[in-house]
């Protein structure tokens, strides 16, 4: 991907219809595919066609990402754990019906 040039990727991760890369400058998470269930964790629903950062993500260290059908999986290192994606399948406690996080 052109849009990784110059970067050092530490780790990629793929989904059905989602693809992740972890920065190894900035240990920051990247997104890209298909943006359904807020899976790619952007804040909304739209596809990206080129890896983006995850904002929300900024400044955590991420050591490790996992990607399902319909969410997505941080791991930084000091091990706190980020899930967002299609409500249900997060881990997430609620109180009342679930809706999608982004």
């Excluded at 993500?57 to 791991?75: D, F, N």
Aim: glycine fraction near 16%; proline fraction near 2%; charge should be neutral.
């Amino acid at each position: 991907l052109e849009a990784l040039t110059g970067l050092q990727v530490a780790s990629i991760a793929c989904g059905g219809h989602h693809s992740a890369a972890i920065s190894e400058q900035h240990w920051q998470v990247m997104t890209w595919g298909g943006g359904a269930f807020g899976k790619l964790g952007h804040g909304n629903r739209l596809a990206q066609t080129t890896p983006k950062v995850v904002v929300a993500l900024q400044g955590k260290r991420i050591a490790q990402v996992s990607l399902g059908p319909h969410h997505s999986a941080a791991l930084t290192q000091k091990g706190e754990l980020y899930t967002w994606g299609q409500a249900g399948r997060l881990g997430h406690a609620s109180q009342g019906a679930e809706v999608d996080e982004m």
